[in-house]
């Protein structure tokens, strides 16, 4: 069976919503039985928000016994990181990073740190064996989301007894730097993220997990249920280059 | 006593991005195995690790030194070394006391 996923412009967080749905849909009705390809329209591809969860729902789906096939570019921006074992995927981490490498050293090391702490938390967290990242820029802006469909974020909480009172809670408190892990584990990662992207770049953290949308824009922090269900996290972080040369480190707990 | 020293080249082991807790404790138990007095971690073609592998890493030298085996780490890159330098200087590797969560009702 063919599948054709599409999507309109992407032009507010309504539009995001409905597409990411529109993929959850169509990929939870696949059986499991036939062969599918998926005809990606570029659109999704090339916005990482959409193509990291749509990677990361294509993987499931391939580790549950679906036979999916990707036509075309398929997800050529994504990258797929493995807990378990050593990444066969390495050289296209190196290649997101690569197009500020001369240039611009403290954006690659300021991006690795940001993808770094967020497959982190995914080994920390989510309790699942992969999870994927994708990039993409143009001009001075870029975009970077690292997906998962793992337990998501409230799930994680409620695992260690923690009190939430919502799943948009759950978000404010991850962002806050609440941790479900001990002192002498614990990192500072979201929090972290969110002061690089926020302040030393001037962009926008979007952060989506079971049953609320997080985002975060120089002091804001805004947190309410959505309308879909992600199982899982999906973490955007998209920005300006800056012009002047960034110290990632002094954004760093 | 005789002393025995291994190298461990972690590129070898497990790539050039080095991530998680895990692969820390997966070169601690495999130093653990090799019954040594000092061993050389190597990072030649290392590009980037994150700051968990770092911070466990720096717990686990800390836990050979009160054994007398001697983690010596080498070949670091410049974004490899400022990690390890930003935690050094940071409260993480100082032992912190540790938090245990108490369910339960208290009497009073």
Not at chain 1, 33 to 48: G, R, Y
Not at chain 1, 89 to 103: A, L, Q, T
Not at chain 1, 230 to 242: D, E, R, Y
Not at chain 2, 15 to 39: C, K, P, Q, S, Y
Request: charged fraction near 25%; hydrophobic fraction near 40%; glycine fraction near 6%.
């Amino acid at each position: 069976m063919k599948i054709l996923l599409k999507a309109p412009k992407i032009q507010s967080l309504r539009d995001y919503l409905k597409t990411l749905k529109s993929i959850i849909v169509n990929l939870e009705a696949l059986p499991r039985e036939e062969e599918h390809t998926l005809i990606v329209e570029k659109v999704i591809s090339d916005t990482p928000i959409l193509a990291a969860p749509l990677a990361a729902l294509v993987e499931q789906k391939r580790r549950s016994g679906c036979l999916l096939k990707l036509k075309n570019n398929g997800l050529k921006s994504t990258t797929l990181i493995e807990t378990k074992k050593r990444s066969k995927d390495e050289p296209k981490i190196e290649s997101i990073i690569s197009i500020f490498s001369e240039k611009r050293p403290d954006l690659r090391t300021t991006l690795l740190y940001c993808i770094g702490e967020l497959i982190d938390n995914i080994f920390e967290h989510a309790q699942t064996s992969f999870g994927v990242v994708a990039f993409g820029s143009s001009n001075r802006n870029f975009s970077l989301a690292v997906g998962d469909t793992g337990i998501s974020i409230p799930a994680a909480y409620r695992k260690v007894g923690m009190a939430i009172k919502s799943d948009s809670d759950a978000l404010s408190k991850a962002i806050s730097g609440i941790s479900t892990k001990t002192v002498d584990e614990r990192g500072e990662g979201l929090i972290s993220i969110k002061r690089i992207i926020t302040q030393g770049l001037a962009g926008q953290l979007t952060l989506l997990s079971a049953g609320a949308v997080l985002e975060s824009k120089r002091e804001e922090i805004i947190s309410r249920p959505m309308s879909i269900f992600w199982q899982g996290t999906i973490v955007n972080l998209s920005g300006t280059i800056p012009r002047e040369p960034l110290n990632l480190y002094q954004y760093v707990q | 006593m005789s002393s025995k020293t291994k190298t461990y080249r972690l590129k070898k082991i497990f790539g050039t991005f080095l991530w998680g807790r895990h692969m820390a404790v997966e070169l601690r138990d495999l130093i653990l195995r090799d019954n040594l007095t000092e061993a050389v971690v190597d990072f030649s073609g290392v590009i980037f690790v994150t700051r968990a592998f770092a911070d466990e890493l720096l717990k686990i030298k800390n836990f050979f030194n009160r054994k007398n085996l001697y983690l010596n780490f080498r070949q670091m890159n410049s974004e490899v070394a400022k990690m390890f330098s930003h935690l050094t200087s940071t409260v993480s590797v100082n032992p912190a006391p540790r938090l245990r969560v108490v369910r339960g009702k208290f009497n009073q």
